[in-house]
């Protein structure tokens, strides 16, 4: 019932989290969408596991959320043109 309430949950964020990433206006806030749907999704992920009682589910959680950690730095460096 509570993992059901938040896979809905999820979902309903994934929409305006889209439409963010297509409207803008500026790069940095479709990057910030984007990290939000990435994530999101990464939940969804982990709320199936839990759902299906799968124990390898958290080792795909835990790669995803380092790749994605790293991709966000990359994008915010990109975003500043590299500067400190």
Not at 40 to 64: C, K, N, P, S
Not at 68 to 75: D, E, K, N, Y
């Amino acid at each position: 019932m509570i993992l059901d309430i938040a896979l809905i949950a999820i979902a309903l964020t994934l929409i305006p989290a889209t439409y963010a990433i297509f409207r803008g206006p500026r790069d940095a806030d479709r990057a910030v969408a984007a990290d939000l749907v990435f994530f999101a999704f990464i939940g969804v992920v982990a709320l199936f596991g839990l759902r299906m009682a799968t124990e390898i589910v958290l080792d795909i959680v835990l790669v995803a959320t380092v790749v994605g950690f790293l991709a966000t730095l990359s994008v915010a460096r990109l975003a500043t043109r590299g500067q400190r």
